[in-house]
């Protein structure tokens, strides 16, 4: 592990606090050191309170931030005194605890305070820095692992056994800091949690952090993880179902839908291939802090009903023992380990599930290297279950708030990479749901870097290539639940004795027959939404309304819209809804550029103004406008709809 310091970089963050946020984000950059909000930081600055008198702050890093990306405001002002004093009490509640942690932050506007605030109070050098580097916890989570940081470090650094994070581990800790912290100590190893670094200065904190752990990959570096080969699975076999299925078993387990990620890579392929998985995944986490569950599940195959019976009986257990605690955890796995499929990661939402997955690939590194040395070790079922049901977790939870709509849910749509199709894809993401967006256009793949969109380059006339979307649909999030056809084309106008055979056979081809095979693949998926699956067709005013020298274009739309009438009425029973809406004149397209629209105003007489605004309510109708009835379409308020057909075209008197 490097040393990242640079004087330059760090001259940039005057103060105290500032030096603080540098070294905070270098150690945040290591995903070996921390992980997504984990590890915290903290510096001690004396002021003056408003009545003029002395007083001591801690800055804490706050819940709720990444240490690589934090920033001055994301620190708490903890009153030192008061901090230090509630050890000397004999016991505090959880609550109590919560309470005075809270009570004791010197700015109204300040995050929650973490839960670790306190080791960081008890140390008494001016910055303190807390990691959970994976060296440290391979070490540390093995039966000898007191005694090998020790063998590492010798008396230069003060070890503290596992106990529960809260009170107790602070009331543990300021007893032995006091009996063991001394002028030579360099660090403080919590047992199978991390460890802590500290210093007068960031940077002698910092650079003790990066020699802490640097002494511990040199002792790893003789006990080299064996690498067993791995069986690869057929790259090109059908997941989907498989896959769909599991999801809607965890979402059933969950109450609510979840998403899966599934993972073949050579580290989750070995790692779910080990002969001691069952012994080694069951351990409970590295840390407290990766509140993960695996199952083994036997090789998937075609026995779907034995295969969910074994989950029903997994989550069954779990919910039994979890009954006493609020709903708001649920009971589904985080991490579910096969030797054919690999690692698959759950999670809420697409973020959740690749922090799930993140995380996993640092336990599942952990565990092995925990191994190669002796044996993993981490505590006990109970002791998680303990903390996953911890008061302090239930109020983090808490101020999550209620989650958007389509969170858990999935929406596939295409033509997304401009126009109606990309505002689709707005719409859905805002409810909160993961989205494929399918295009011919290269630039989807990168029209939105977020965990929660798969931009997939598809040609919808290629059977195979709407398959293979499907299947990668699956993989990114287990399975379908919304799915908006959108993709269409538009011919010149042209009036039928004129009709190339090639032109209307394209048109029918894009505009008809890729929607009825991406429906006849996506039926086995929308069957096992959570919810039950939705289609949103968007259709055209030239349904109900067709317009001369637009004959391939009206005739597709309206075999597309009777097409949806027979789906609604033979997917009913499976939970599948389906609804169409007729947009008309939507200007704010790729085709019509402001040159086009000039031309066609004033083949009217009008203008561009009065000619994007031609229609009964005199409104201009925008992408948006028809995305969002889209996304209602897939939302509660339709919950009870199907085969409907609603215009969203400012009122046209045609179609009146
Ligand atoms: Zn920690």
Not at 31 to 44: A, R
Not at 503 to 520: F, G, P, S, V
Not at 577 to 599: K, Y
Request: negative net charge; glycine residues 6%.
């Amino acid at each position: 592990m490097h040393n990242q310091w640079n004087p330059e970089d760090a001259a940039r963050f005057p103060g105290d606090l500032g030096q603080c946020v540098y070294a905070s984000r270098l150690l945040g950059a290591d995903p070996d050191l921390v992980l997504h909000g984990g590890g915290n930081t903290s510096v001690k600055i004396a002021r003056s309170t408003i009545f003029g008198e002395p007083e001591a702050l801690l800055y804490v890093k706050g819940s709720g931030s990444d240490l690589a990306t934090v920033e001055a405001k994301d620190f708490a002002p903890v009153r030192l005194d008061h901090l230090r004093r509630l050890t000397t009490l004999e016991t505090l509640s959880d609550s109590q605890w919560l309470n005075e942690l809270r009570g004791s932050v010197a700015d109204a506007s300040a995050p929650p305070v973490s839960v670790e605030a306190m080791l960081h109070a008890l140390l008494p050098a001016k910055y303190v820095f807390h990691t959970h580097s994976d060296a440290v916890l391979a070490m540390t989570n093995t039966p000898s692992g007191a005694e090998r940081i020790r063998a590492i470090y010798g008396e230069s650094v003060v070890i503290v056994p596992y106990v529960r994070p809260g009170f107790p581990v602070a009331k543990r800790c300021a007893a032995i800091f006091q009996a063991e912290l001394s002028e030579r100590t360099t660090g403080v190893v919590l047992l199978r949690h991390g460890l802590f670094s500290f210093g007068e200065t960031a940077q002698a904190a910092y650079d003790q952090m990066i020699s802490l752990v640097n002494q511990a990959e040199a002792y790893l570096a003789s006990y080299p993880v064996p690498n067993a080969p791995v069986d690869e699975p057929d790259p090109q076999r059908a997941l989907r179902q498989e896959l769909a299925d599991l999801r809607q078993a965890i979402s059933t387990a969950a109450g609510a839908p979840m998403i899966l990620s599934s993972h073949e890579d050579a580290q989750s392929l070995r790692f779910a291939q080990r002969p001691d998985l069952a012994v080694i995944s069951q351990q409970g986490p590295a840390t407290p802090d990766h509140v993960i569950r695996t199952k083994r599940v036997p090789m998937l195959g075609r026995d779907v009903a034995a295969f969910r019976a074994e989950y029903e009986a997994y989550f069954q257990e779990h919910q039994a023992r979890a009954s006493f605690a609020l709903t708001m955890l649920d009971p589904a796995p985080r991490v579910i380990l096969d030797p054919a499929l690999g690692m698959v990661a759950v999670g809420r939402s697409a973020q959740e599930a690749r922090i799930s997955s993140d995380i996993y690939r640092h336990t599942m590194a952990i565990i092995e290297q925990a191994t190669a040395l002796e044996s993993y070790q981490s505590e006990s079922t109970a002791e998680v279950f303990d903390f996953e049901y911890w008061e302090l977790e239930q109020a983090k939870l808490a101020r999550l708030g209620r989650p958007p709509v389509f969170t858990g849910e999935i929406g596939l749509v295409t033509g997304a990479a401009s126009g109606i199709g990309k505002a689709c894809v707005e719409s859905l993401l805002a409810r909160g749901a993961a989205v494929v967006g399918l295009d011919i256009n290269p630039a989807i793949e990168q029209l939105f870097n977020r965990p929660d969109f798969l931009g997939v380059r598809c040609d919808v006339t290629s059977e195979e290539q709407l398959i293979a979307a499907l299947e990668r649909t699956a993989r990114a999030f287990g399975g379908l639940d919304m799915l908006i056809l959108n993709a269409g084309i538009f011919p010149p106008s042209r009036r039928i004795e004129n009709m190339p055979t090639a032109e209307w056979r394209r048109t029918m081809t894009i505009n008809l027959d890729a929607n009825l095979i991406l429906m006849r693949e996506a039926h086995v998926l929308l069957k096992r939404a959570p919810r039950g699956g939705r289609i949103a067709i968007i259709g055209s005013k030239n349904v109900p309304a067709p317009g001369p020298g637009a004959g391939a274009y009206s005739a597709s739309k309206a075999a597309l819209n009777q097409l949806a009438r027979v789906v609604a009425l033979e997917w009913g029973q499976d939970r599948i809804r389906v609804n169409s809406l007729h947009p008309n004149a939507v200007f704010d397209t790729g085709l019509w550029t402001e040159e086009v629209l000039q031309a066609r105003a004033k083949n009217y007489g009008l203008t561009v103004e009065q000619y994007k605004t031609n229609n009964v309510l005199r409104v201009e109708v925008t992408s948006r406008d028809v995305a969002e009835l889209a996304a209602e379409m897939c939302g509660p308020l339709f919950a009870k709809t199907t085969a409907s057909q609603v215009p969203v075209d400012g009122g046209n008197e045609r179609v009146i």
